[in-house]
T-cell receptor
Framework: TQLLEQSPQFLSIQEGENLTVYCNSS?????LQWYRQEPGEGPVLLVT?????EVKKLKRLTFQFGDARKDSSLHITAAQPGDTGLYLC???????????FGDGTTLTVKP | DAMVIQNPRYQVTQFGKPVTLSCSQT?????MYWYQQKSSQAPKLLFH???????NEADTPDNFQSRRPNTSFCFLDIRSPGLGDAAMYLC???????????????FGPGTRLTVT
């Protein structure tokens, strides 16, 4: 069974601060997705990373896939209250044919 | 807009009374998933359909069943809901070519199930 560990589990910061969320595994993934989920809604896909070492930017969000494709990070610059939500990483293994979700990071950005 | 639709958004059922949740998609994706999500936890995969092929997770209780009559629709049946089945149920879809490296999932808004 492939496991994905996310840290921290909870994060509460002030508007304007920077933060990093980590997603770690001992398994290699074909690709990794990051999702954000707001209360009462389904997760929304933010990004997919496929290549080891790949870095993708989405406005103030920077996503990185580890060189060995076992881990990933999400960095948010100058967080805003609108960034509040549950952030989920999901690793996909082609051989298994399904994704493994991390336990999620609940982010609260206070104005 | 192409999307994943779940009905109803909120469902209240009595202990032991069968309930069916529905999901439809206009994305024409070949894979559909059902997840159970409890408060602030990660979604837990119950089962998925790859085209017409049904794939059950090993730890999904027999109390949960699913039907996919066609590409667009998928149903989750809970035969005898218990208090522990109260949760958000999420439907998701993806287009997965066999052997492809990515599995981007598109989620519906979820159905919040309450068991009284």
């Amino acid at each position: 069974t492939q496991l994905l560990e996310q840290s921290p589990q909870f994060l509460s910061i002030q508007e304007g601060e920077n933060l990093t969320v980590y997603c770690n595994s001992s398994s290699v993934f074909s690709s990794l997705q990051w999702y954000r989920q707001e209360p009462g809604e389904g997760p929304v896909l933010l990004v997919t990373v496929v290549t080891g070492g790949e870095v993708k930017k989405l406005k103030r969000l920077t996503f990185q896939f580890g060189d060995a494709r076992k881990d990933s990070s999400l960095h948010i610059t100058a967080a805003q209250p609108g960034d509040t939500g549950l952030y989920l990483c999901a690793g996909y293994n082609t051989n298994a044919g399904k994704s493994t979700f991390g336990d999620g990071t609940t982010l609260t950005v206070k104005p | 807009d192409a999307m994943v639709i779940q009905n109803p958004r909120y469902q209240v059922t009595q202990f032991g009374k069968p309930v069916t949740l529905s999901c439809s998609q206009t994305l024409n994706h070949n894979v559909m998933y059902w997840y159970q999500q409890k408060s602030s936890q990660a979604p837990k995969l119950l089962f998925h359909y790859y085209d017409k092929d049904f794939n059950n997770e090993a730890d999904t209780p027999d109390n949960f069943q699913s039907r996919r009559p066609n590409t667009s629709f998928c149903f989750l049946d809970i035969r005898s809901p218990g208090l522990g089945d109260a949760a958000m149920y999420l439907c998701a879809t993806s287009r997965v070519p066999a052997g492809g490296p990515t599995q981007e999932q598109y989620f519906g808004p979820g159905t919040r199930l309450t068991v009284t």
